[in-house]
């Protein structure tokens, strides 16, 4: 049975772009996959404690050397990366908020570096251990970050996803960034005219057959 995690990170609620998308994506997964399983979390809605020196204490030793206490500390961060390591793909809604991930996400993505599960040590140097995986991302931004504007070379979002995972093993990426998003809130756009071509695009992921 095929299982998909799902995480959103967005604070924006219904109007968040990257959650349109995501969800966009889990339904036509779902059509795809009709005895799937979808791991769902909104990284909004709990509270991720930041990692403390507790926390990479319990986390460099190895497993079988931790104390209770040290289990206690990174019992969240267990979950977590068990999430990771049952789904088989994973789609991912992240806003760019100041440059980079939305906090939500970067709390989430400091749990995960979790050696012995996620990552480990090896004598040539860090090993992830999701290099079997398929990330998709909807990476959403309020300005224009495209080719030939002012912000173009501040977009560090999408250099920091593709560090971040292909560290931890990941080599099928899909990383789709959708920018100008603020059009919508000036009321210059209205938000299912400005969604139907990525929409399209999802779509496209998901008409593509293997070949034999």
């Not at 991302?137 to 250099?159: C, I, K, Q, W």
């Not at 931890?168 to 000036?186: E, H, P, Q, S, V």
Request: charged share 25%; aromatic share 12%.
């Amino acid at each position: 049975m095929p299982v998909l995690l799902h995480l959103d990170s967005s604070p924006m609620g219904e109007q968040s772009v990257s959650r349109r998308l995501s969800w966009e994506f889990t339904r036509m997964w779902r059509d795809a996959n009709p005895e799937g399983h979808v791991i769902y979390r909104d990284l909004t809605r709990f509270c991720i404690p930041t990692v403390d020196a507790d926390w990479v204490a319990a986390n460099y030793t190895p497993w079988e050397s931790r104390t209770p206490h040290q289990h206690r500390v990174l019992a969240l961060s267990t979950d977590l990366t068990q999430e990771l390591l049952d789904a088989d793909e994973y789609i991912f809604g992240v806003p760019l908020h100041n440059w980079g991930p939305a906090a939500a996400f970067k709390l989430w993505a400091d749990q995960i570096v979790h050696f012995g599960r996620t990552i480990r040590i090896t004598p040539s140097g860090l090993r992830g251990m999701l290099d079997a995986k398929r990330l998709t991302v909807f990476m959403t931004a309020g300005r224009r970050y495209g080719r030939g504007f002012e912000d173009t070379s501040r977009n560090h979002l999408e250099p920091w996803l593709r560090t971040f995972f292909e560290n931890l093993g990941i080599r099928d990426m899909r990383l789709f960034f959708i920018d100008g998003t603020a059009a919508i809130k000036r009321g210059e756009v209205d938000i299912t005219r400005f969604l139907a071509p990525h929409i399209a695009s999802v779509r496209l992921l998901f008409s593509k057959v293997d070949a034999p």
